[in-house]
């Protein structure tokens, strides 16, 4: 078996399979592992957005459309999907972590130290044996057509950290939509205060603060966690109250629309 990384993008089925396409984001994660680790205390934060925003929606895309078919098409399938859900639940269970702890401290710098690792165990699996098997047990054509899921999924997936949710289907799936629409509307406020937000710093930290709540409300229903393999699953803090995700829902939905009007750089 040859490892994905070594091979053409001829050889990987064309620009539409799935494993060109996963090659290409890898790629671009070691770009932003390098900028990383090169990054000031104060430069980290928005190299760790670009992270987020590559890598959460290309496990998502991952768990709910590739690792159901491996689990399928190759005997061992079970084993080899688990230990990269496993990678992924350290990855969303260290981003989580980083979030509280202070810039520059030794804590924090070892938890992205982890992070970074973890980050190319997974990929080196990926590539090196769970890709290549699927790449021996499915046909060009096919590959082709997961490329195509694989990628309408991860563009539409949550951008952020949820260690609670489950790695697999169904939990995952109903997650999806919730999680997508407070994550990426936390990603436009964040890349603002990022870019300066002057006099209204106060009021975006304000509505980042409520969507960070909303997403762990939505995290807390038991329907998010169904499917889970028990070595993955987080038990939850109690949660916040339901009656929080309607006003939350609410901000959601109308900081995308405020925002739309605003100019982008
Ligand atoms: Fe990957
Ligand atoms: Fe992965």
Do not use: K
Request: glycine share 6%.
């Amino acid at each position: 078996m040859r490892s994905v990384a070594d091979q053409s993008v001829a050889e990987l089925g064309g620009r539409m399979s799935v494993l060109a396409r996963q090659q290409r984001d890898h790629v671009q994660l070691d770009g932003l592992l390098h900028r990383l680790r090169d990054a000031s205390h104060e430069e980290q934060l928005p190299v760790l957005l670009d992270l987020y925003r590559l890598v959460f929606p290309h496990a998502f895309a991952e768990e709910s459309v590739l690792w159901p078919v491996m689990r399928r098409v190759l005997p061992d399938g079970e084993a080899l999907t688990l230990q990269v859900e496993q990678e992924h639940q350290e990855v969303n269970e260290l981003v989580t972590r980083l979030e509280s702890l202070e810039l520059g401290t030794p804590e924090r710098e070892a938890a992205l130290d982890r992070l970074a690792e973890v980050l190319r165990e997974d990929v080196r699996d990926e590539e090196d044996e769970l890709f290549p098997r699927l790449q021996e047990r499915v046909p060009v054509s096919q590959l082709r057509l997961l490329g195509i899921a694989w990628e309408v999924v991860s563009r539409v997936a949550p951008t952020r950290a949820h260690p609670i949710v489950a790695r697999r289907p169904p939990g995952n799936v109903i997650a999806a939509l919730p999680l997508t629409i407070l994550d990426r509307s936390r990603d436009r406020l964040d890349g603002i205060r990022l870019r300066g937000a002057g006099p209204a710093e106060g009021a975006l930290h304000a509505a980042t603060a409520a969507l960070t709540r909303a997403a762990h409300a939505v995290e807390h229903h038991p329907a998010m966690r169904r499917g889970e393999d028990p070595s993955t699953r987080v038990d939850p803090q109690p949660g916040p109250p339901w009656a929080l995700l309607g006003a939350a829902a609410l901000v959601a939905v109308a900081i995308p629309i405020a925002l739309a009007r605003r100019p982008q750089r």
